[in-house]
């Protein structure tokens, strides 16, 4: 099975910073097949026959915290699971100069369709959208400064997820699902 690791507040800011070459070979040594990582803000792609997706996720943040000394979280998702995600978006959502589109995939504790309600967001200007185990963002860039989405940080929700750019989702789900 395809899986993509997603992990949380790596190579951000100069903080948890992760060499992509060591972060692959953590993956290999577990035994993980077909390895590639994408860009350098921790993204994994890997196959496995391994079905326990909690405890794979628990082996492979304690082999970061080895290999590299940091508590990292992640979450892991199925190719399938993106794919389903990236294809219930509307093709014009993307990010570029003129659009901002943000995938935040959600931890369990805060993985539910109300959430969206739970988000500062200002609905004349961006839209929300829930899916399974994540809600999309998009906004047109001219109207980001009115965005009341930034209030977000340090709440309990926004502990609980990552955010990936829209293009980045569409290409991880392109790479394990190929």
Not at 88 to 107: A, I, Q, R
Request: glycine residues 6%; aromatic residues 6%.
């Amino acid at each position: 099975m395809a899986y993509v690791a997603l992990l949380r507040g790596i190579n951000v800011g100069g903080n948890a910073m992760v060499d992509m070459r060591r972060l692959k070979a953590t993956f290999e040594r577990l035994g993980l097949e077909d390895v590639r990582t994408y860009i350098n803000s921790g993204n994994v792609v890997f196959t496995t026959k391994r079905r326990a997706r909690e405890r794979l996720a628990t082996e492979i943040e304690a082999a970061i915290a080895t290999d590299f000394g940091l508590d990292i979280t992640l979450q892991l998702r199925t190719g399938d699971s993106l794919r389903s995600l990236v294809d219930g978006l509307p093709v014009e959502w993307v990010n570029d100069k003129s659009m901002k589109c943000d995938v935040h995939f959600l931890w369990p504790a805060v993985d539910h369709p109300s959430v969206v309600a739970e988000v500062p967001h200002d609905p004349a200007i961006e839209e929300l959208r829930y899916f399974p185990g994540a809600f999309v963002r998009c906004i047109n860039r001219a109207d980001q400064p009115k965005s009341p989405m930034p209030k977000i940080v340090g709440t309990p929700v926004y502990r609980q997820m990552t955010v990936r750019n829209i293009n980045t989702v569409r290409k991880l789900a392109d790479l394990s699902t190929a």
